[in-house]
T-cell receptor
Framework: GQQVMQIPQYQHVQEGEDFTTYCNSS?????IQWYKQRPGGHPVFLIQ?????EVKKQKRLTFQFGEAKKNSSLHITATQTTDVGTYFC???????????FGKGTLLTVNP | DAGVIQSPRHEVTEMGQEVTLRCKPI?????LFWYRQTMMRGLELLIY????????DSGMPEDRFSAKMPNASFSTLKIQPSEPRDSAVYFC??????????????FGPGTRLTVL
């Protein structure tokens, strides 16, 4: 897979505020996977998006795949301190194994 | 399931020494990956094994790095001789390789390597 551009690189919020991170690609993506890495931890798989316009929810997390499959977003409603970490979107298409991780978005939450 | 197991969790060594990192993938997973993570370069894929065979080692930095997978339940990443710029967190990951597209990768806790 190709490396996907992700913004912002850093985001600091007050607990209770919403948070969104965006991924963009210049070419059409096959699939997008999202991972979360807590400080000092390891990447943990969150979700995979496959279909154009797909929206998936996990409690306070909402994942979207753009209609053109060139962008994706992760939105967290009412952030909590447990949401702290780096969120990576990863292009998981093009082969059946290669994930190319970008820089991710580091989220910090002020209690 | 115990998840991916890596050892040691921390390693501090001196420049020039040999370092061996170990990984036990999740039982039944056919694919194994070694990654390196640094602040500057992020998370980089070093090598990928499928059914114990190295498929893609294009990410291995140089000849000082070597990786083996003698059986389905064990892999090693060796650095000889080690250099300070090798200091990083090394992750091992495995995936089930269901053949239905790109599989979820399950990461181990990592080995934090410091080369003095």
């Amino acid at each position: 897979g190709q490396q996907v551009m992700q913004i912002p690189q850093y985001q600091h919020v007050q607990e209770g505020e919403d948070f969104t991170t965006y991924c963009n690609s210049s070419t059409t993506l096959s699939n997008i996977q999202w991972y979360k890495q807590r400080p000092g931890g390891h990447p943990v798989f969150l979700i995979q998006l496959v279909k154009s316009g797909e929206v998936k929810k996990q409690k306070r997390l909402t994942f979207q795949f753009g209609e053109a499959k060139k962008n994706s977003s992760l939105h967290i409603t009412a952030t909590q301190t447990t949401d702290v970490g780096t969120y990576f979107c990863v292009d998981s298409g093009g082969s059946n194994y290669k994930l190319t991780f970008g820089k991710g978005t580091l989220l910090t939450v002020n209690p | 399931d115990a998840g991916v197991i890596q050892s040691p969790r921390h390693e501090v060594t001196e420049m020039g020494q040999e370092v061996t990192l170990r990984c036990k993938p999740i039982s039944g997973h056919n694919s194994l990956f070694w990654y390196r993570q640094t602040m500057m370069r992020g998370l980089e894929l070093l090598i990928y094994f499928n059914n114990n065979v190295p498929i893609d080692d294009s990410g291995m930095p140089e000849d000082r790095f070597s990786a083996k997978m003698p059986n389905a339940s064990f892999s090693t990443l060796k650095i000889q001789p080690s250099e300070p710029r090798d200091s990083a967190v090394y992750f091992c990951a495995s995936s089930p390789d269901t053949g239905g597209g790109t599989d979820t990768q399950y990461f181990g806790p990592g080995t934090r390597l410091t080369v003095l």
